[in-house]
């Protein structure tokens, strides 16, 4: 596999492992502070040409690649971390 690339994006298993012994107790273990966890899903970029008829509609404009990308992920991984470690004043975790 080249970095990066799958030849047959079908072939992949994008079920969830199953979870931990220990999600269910941490998740429910103080009941008067109920936590809904947010997930995140997305890629390493969204102008990839070769997702146009795949996951874009037939067609797409590159101009248009970002606006059908959204509808699909809630995330762009932007690798920032390649360049530099940021202060945790950037971060909006808390």
């Known amino acids: 596999m080249e ?3 799958l030849k047959n994006v079908d072939a ?7 979870d931990h012994r220990d999600t269910t ?3 429910t273990h103080n009941k008067s502070k109920v936590v809904t966890p947010e997930i995140f899903i997305g890629c390493a970029k969204w102008g990839r040409k ?3 008829g795949q996951l874009y509609p037939k ?3 590159e101009a248009d690649f970002l606006k059908h990308y959204v509808q699909h992920f809630n ?6 971390l390649f360049y530099r470690l ?3 004043s950037t ?3 808390a």
């Open 3 to 5: 970095f990066g690339r």
């Open 12 to 18: 992949v298993d994008f079920l969830f492992p199953e």
């Open 25 to 27: 107790e941490i998740l």
């Open 50 to 52: 070769d997702w146009v």
């Open 59 to 61: 067609g797409t404009k």
């Open 75 to 80: 995330l762009i991984e932007l690798n920032a």
């Open 86 to 88: 940021f202060p945790k």
């Open 91 to 93: 971060s909006n975790v």
